[in-house]
């Protein structure tokens, strides 16, 4: 074994073989299955730590579940259907989408993504991701659109999708509209802005407002009709300023008396009020902002501008006209577009929507069947299903994507659809069937043009696993259980957690998995979420890896608390780095002394351990604790915790104290009988291969290299990531043993302090140590070890005394020392 952990050279070599072996394959780790949703990375270019964090943290589960008994299925995904793909490839490639059919971009974006997902895969393999990856999905891919599509039909079909003329949620950046669970909140600064109107009898009355670009769409004056001051403007009419038209002054409990100057005007569309006014009191629509982003021929004199330059251009207008009588500054809140972090507009499109409004109550009833990790988790999913106020929009007006595979006759407003068997397809490619409608035989036909909402694919990615896992079913005609887990991350609880139980239920009335395990951001020092854009070489995973072992990262990332944010941290990374060290030094250690060493062919299970010796019984004992707590810890997805059980146990009571209990008799072995020996190199044995199996979940590669080393050529098993627990961490329960070794560790642990504070070498001889104690059967259990405390402690002479001491006492006498410890 050599002197010391290489990872530069072992991890490529342990890469060579986990992946050549096969070892994390379902047929080398046969059992009950158990089934990971894993979220699939956006292929965009480049990896960040966040990602490493989160995806780590899923293999750690992963990686406990294949050691304690499962058939692990760990499908990796690459999702390529969205806009930072289609912005990626068009940079890359330097082409342009709509030069060229959908089919043959889709085409380019594939092989680009081929080589990303290449890339990911690589560094994913570095980082230890123990992921088959034989089974890898594309969400662009053809069998993944087929999935898609089918589903849309299927959905359409049962009365779950409808198409309507409607004002959504549009983002003039990115050129499509957006889904509720797309926007962000931001705080901006802003003016209100009084404006005066006049009535058509001419009062002057005055508005305020944060978007007077909005003026050319107003359609109706309104106030509370519990405000006094305006219930004589009742079915008045005002005109509005620069445009000279009239509209209706009307009354609605909506409009806040105390805001601004209690008059408000009703556009179409300035937010999400001015919608139901809109539909409540069936007001025309009127369109100010074109689907570029730009002013339309209504709004004249802005005509061609876009809304900052609008809203410039309308206030100088009203300064010249008069009619801005006011302007106060404020900050207010306002929607953006998650992904351009720009603000949004409400247009009137057709749209294609899945019902969710009606069907509320059935998603909280889906979110009370999951086990939520951790479990407060949950009221954010709560809450957001609660306070939802739009229907799903699926429809983008996007080129790259999957299509909608449905035909529109322009004479009978029917949708019409292509069989099942010849999904995937693209409408705009292909033809409808005869080319005459079925309803009336019209020949006017034209294809659905938009493509879907990623998410409404992303969704679907339970039943892209079980086509993985069942290539032969129809993922939408068999039943199937719930998926074991989904990973995530919170801030997608309201996207893809939960537009995931949307679509199970409506397919196969149940929940998508049984647990949810939600893991929190990376945060830079400056406490931000660290992305690609704010990463420096330095800090990207390939750079971590290049400075790093990836144990040691595997190491940071497990110290996240479950569903908390967490600094980066290279500290604790250097703290990962010594535990590799000590971890391959403790158990090299071990080697040295067990080379020649063959345990006894006896049956472990039906050993009792009772021939051990109290040290061996304890160190056991304490073992089999450490395993309970452990393992209960990942029953919860609590895997930091886990993990701090098993540091305490291997550096308090492995290496503060087992080593150093039993250094005496493997460097003096004629000091202690053959069976004593034998029992300390079985034990050893024992707890370094228990030790192995605790930390390979977190340190897959240096317990493989130590596996390797010492224990590989004696079992039948290539890598400590094929065995089980259930072979190795069997209970051992000696508590009286246990309880008379934490005496004699604590009088140990007194010895080498009252050391330290005479600041003298451990090794310096005590001519007598007297050990004190009032249960004199505990003194008669001690003298047992004789020995072995002297040889810890360094004392030529033990001497025993039944009494109370109150303190310990630690005296030189010449060239002597002495010392007095009670138990």
């Known amino acids: 074994m050599e002197k010391r952990f290489e990872h530069q050279l072992q991890e490529p070599e342990l890469q060579k073989k986990w992946e050549s072996q096969k070892t994390y394959s379902m047929a080398h780790n046969p059992g009950k299955i158990f089934s990971i949703d894993t979220p699939p990375p956006t292929v965009s270019g480049t990896l960040h730590i966040g990602h490493i964090f989160s995806y780590t943290q899923t293999d750690i589960i992963a990686r406990y579940k294949r050691m304690s008994g499962y058939s692990v299925f760990y499908p990796f995904g690459f999702d390529d259907n969205g806009l930072p793909t289609e912005r990626y490839v068009e940079k890359k490639r330097g082409v342009s989408g709509f030069g060229m059919s959908r089919s043959e971009f889709i085409k380019i974006c594939l092989e680009e993504s081929h080589i990303v997902e ?3 895969k690589a560094l994913w393999q570095k980082i230890g991701i123990s992921a088959d990856w034989q089974n890898t999905y594309s969400t662009i891919s053809a069998e993944v659109r087929k999935i898609s599509q089918e589903s849309f039909i299927r959905l359409l079909e049962s009365g779950f999708i409808y198409r309507k003329n409607e004002p959504a949620l549009y983002c003039t950046t990115c050129f499509t509209s957006v889904a509720q669970a797309e926007l962000d909140d931001i705080e901006v600064n802003s003016f209100f802005n009084d404006i005066e109107f006049i009535t058509s009898n001419g ?229 409808y069937k005869d080319g005459k409608c079925i309803k009336c035989s019209s020949a006017n036909i034209v294809p659905d043009t938009d493509v879907m909402d990623t998410w409404n694919t992303s969704s679907l990615t339970p039943q892209i696993c079980y086509s993985i896992l069942k290539p032969n079913e129809n993922v939408f005609e068999n039943v199937w259980a719930p998926m074991s887990m989904r990973p995530q991350a919170h801030d997608i609880i309201r996207t893809w957690a939960f537009d995931t139980i949307v679509k199970s239920w409506m397919h196969n009335n149940n929940i998508p998995w049984e647990n949810i395990v939600i893991s929190g951001h990376v945060l830079s020092t400056q406490k931000e979420k660290i992305s690609k854009s704010k990463e420096n070489e330095s800090m990207t995973p390939d750079g971590l890896l290049s400075r790093y072992p990836a144990d040691a990262i595997r190491y940071w990332t497990a110290s996240g608390t479950l569903g908390q944010d967490v600094s980066f941290s290279e500290d604790q990374i250097k703290i990962g780095m010594r535990l590799i060290t000590k971890l391959w030094n403790a158990l090299r250690f071990g080697f040295e002394h067990l080379q020649d060493f063959t345990p006894e062919e006896k049956d472990i299970q039906n050993f009792d351990g009772s021939g051990l010796g109290i040290y061996n019984q304890w160190i056991l004992h304490n073992a089999s604790v450490c395993f309970e707590k452990y393992q209960n810890y990942f ?73 390797d080393a010492m224990y590989q050529r ?20 000696f508590e009286k043993s246990a309880y008379v070794m934490e005496k004699m560790v604590s009088l140990i642990s007194t010895v080498r302090r009252l050391k330290t504070e005479q600041k003298l070498s451990l090794k ?42 109150t303190s310990p006492m630690f005296e030189q006498t010449g060239e002597v020392w002495d010392a007095k410890v009670g138990l």
């Open 118 to 120: 290449e890339q990911f």
């Open 203 to 431: 009062q002057k009355i005055v508005i305020g407002t944060t978007r007077p670009e909005l003026l050319a769409s107003c359609v109706a004056i309104l106030y509370n009709p519990e405000d006094t001051r305006y219930q004589h403007l009742k079915d008045a009419k005002a005109i509005v300023p620069i445009y000279g038209f009239e509209v209706p002054i009307l009354a609605d409990d909506k409009v806040s008396i105390e805001k601004g100057t209690g008059l408000v005007m009703c556009c179409t569309f300035g937010d999400k009020t001015d919608i139901e006014w809109y539909k409540k009191f069936k007001f025309p629509f009127k369109q100010s902002v074109g689907l570029n982003g730009k002013w339309t021929e209504l709004t004249g004199p802005l005509h061609n501008l876009k809304v900052h330059d609008a809203r410039k251009k309308i206030l100088e207008l009203l300064k010249e006209s008069g009619n801005l009588v006011n302007q106060k500054p404020i900050t207010h809140s306002v929607n953006v577009h998650e992904r351009c972090k720009k603000e949004i507009e409400y247009i009137e499109l057709s749209q294609w929507f899945i019902k969710i409004l009606e069907h509320k109550q059935a998603f909280l009833d889906m979110g009370e069947k999951i086990n939520w990790y951790p479990a407060f988790m949950k009221s954010r999913y709560t809450n957001w299903v609660e306070n939802l106020s739009w229907d799903w929009c699926i429809s983008r007006q996007r080129f790259y994507g999957i299509p909608f595979p449905v035909w529109h006759c322009k004479d009978c407003n029917a949708f019409l659809l292509p069989e099942l068997k010849d999904l995937p397809m693209d409408p705009q490619e292909s033809k």
């Open 635 to 707: 029953e919860q997805n609590e895997f930091g915790l886990a993990l701090d059980t098993v540091e305490k146990f291997f550096w308090n009571d492995y290496c503060d104290n087992y080593l150093e209990i039993i250094k005496d008799q493997l460097f003096n072995p004629d000091k202690y009988t053959k069976e004593e020996v034998h029992a300390t190199k079985w034990t050893l044995v024992q707890v370094g291969l228990r030790l192995l199996q605790l930390y390979a979940p977190y340190l897959p590669y240096v317990t493989d290299a130590i596996f």
């Open 714 to 733: 004696k079992t039948e098993y290539n890598s400590i990531h094929l065995t089980k627990f259930y072979q190795v961490q069997h209970a051992f329960g």
């Open 764 to 805: 310096v001889e005590i001519d007598t140590l007297t050990i004190v104690s009032k249960d004199e059967n505990l003194i008669n259990k001690i003298k047992d070890y004789e020995q072995l405390i002297k040889g810890v402690t360094q004392s030529k002479n033990i001497k025993y005394e039944v009494a109370e001491l």
